[in-house]
């Protein structure tokens, strides 16, 4: 019951938060510029990619492991004993590897293709954001942050994330990963209604 | 000719040294931002249904990767790297990443795009991916003794829950997935 009660409360705060910020704009997406090259051939090179990163590392693509490694970082460097006595850091020892270069890369390729396409944006607030809620900062890095935290829980629970669930995992026919991420677009779906679509 | 090496694990496939880690997150980086998908309102856009440019690339992806992949399997070139299905923690975990994907309007390989881009924001989802991976791991012994065992099926492959062959069933969802993309592309042009 009390949890129920608290569900309830959370619900509430959300949609005030919701209502209390959104300016009433409509917003559509497709207003903004969109991708610089077709989705078909930047999906067929991200499945060519699959390929050589299983053949040539015997690595699936993925991403979230990343911010595992980097928070085991932080936790030994913080709180040795307590990091090394816990779970999941056991199972899955933090180390300088493969997915850790792998997605500080990313960042850089990131950074690469914007630069050479002339799309760097080089700012704090997405357009679309700005445009349907007030030009804050705080409140933008208050809701990131928290979507950071509980997609990260919600990776390390289903085992991936949209990289390594949604792409690697679904190529390789797995169950669970067709079950997350079917989870993914509905969570996210519900989500993003809420806050964009009314 | 070999047998198809479903249960061996064939000795051929390369190690992850780093060097290659390093080319092949440049690339993946490259492509993400070529593909539009660093971008908060493409993301989005398909939360909202109105920009599918996200399940273009990954239908895509898929089906390019899976017939690669599995075909390589076949002749033993690689190993596949299978994730135990837990349906309890798999749907919980999924909705939750869901939900945290909507409110950041980044996912965590995007989110690197994104900073690399320019969009600074990228980073307080990145800070709060750290946090949110120490309380799981906070929580791991504990999780490990009740949701995770719920709907503890293994490692269990589409395949299989069919009780089809591999082979057959990677031409036949091939085949399926791409009149789907093809379904998708005439529904919604952009």
């Known amino acids: 019951m009390r949890t129920k009660m608290s569900v309830l409360l959370g619900w509430i705060a959300v949609l005030q938060v919701d209502s209390a910020f959104a300016a009433g704009n409509v917003v559509n997406p497709l207003d903004y510029p969109g991708p610089a090259w077709s989705p078909y051939v930047v999906g067929a090179g991200i499945g060519f990619l699959s390929w050589l990163t299983f053949s040539l590392s015997d690595k699936p693509i993925g991403a979230s492991t990343f911010y595992a490694q980097v928070s085991g970082f932080i936790g030994r460097l913080l709180a040795k004993r307590h990091t090394e006595s816990l779970a999941y850091f056991k199972e899955n020892p933090p180390h300088f590897g493969w997915e850790f270069v792998f997605v500080l890369s990313t960042i850089v390729g990131g950074a690469v293709a914007a630069l050479t396409g002339g799309e760097f944006a080089n700012e704090w607030i997405p357009p679309m954001w700005e445009a349907r809620f007030v030009d804050s900062i705080t409140l933008r890095a208050t809701v990131g942050i928290c979507g950071g935290i509980l997609m990260a829980f919600g990776a390390r629970l289903a085992g991936g994330c949209t990289s390594g669930h949604g792409i690697s995992g679904t190529m390789q026919l797995n169950v669970a990963s067709w079950i997350s991420v079917a989870c993914f677009f509905i969570g996210g779906i519900a989500v993003a209604m809420m806050l964009y679509s009314f | ?190």
């Open chain 2, 1 to 190: 000719m070999k047998q198809s090496s479903e249960t061996a694990e064939p000795p051929v496939a390369g190690t992850p040294k780093l060097p290659a880690g390093a080319v092949f997150g440049l690339t993946f980086g490259f492509l993400l931002q070529k593909g539009g998908v660093g971008k908060f309102h493409v993301l989005i856009g398909q939360l909202m249904l109105q920009d599918w440019t996200v399940a273009k690339i990954m239908l895509t992806a898929i089906v390019v990767g899976m017939v690669g992949v599995f075909t390589l399997h076949h002749f033993g070139k690689v190993n596949l790297h299978i994730k135990a299905t837990r349906v309890g923690s798999n749907i919980i975990g999924g909705l939750l990443f869901g939900a945290g994907f909507a409110l950041l309007g980044y996912c965590p390989g995007t989110a690197a795009t994104a900073l690399g881009q320019g969009n600074w924001d990228a980073l307080f989802g990145m800070a709060g991916l750290v946090v949110g991976s120490w309380i799981f791991a906070e929580l791991s012994a504990s999780l490990k003794t009740s949701l995770e065992k719920w709907g503890d099926l293994g490692m269990v492959l589409l395949p299989d829950l069919f009780n089809i062959r591999r082979g057959v069933f990677v031409v036949v969802f091939a085949l399926l997935l791409t009149v789907g993309l093809f379904a998708l592309e005439w529904a919604f042009p952009i």
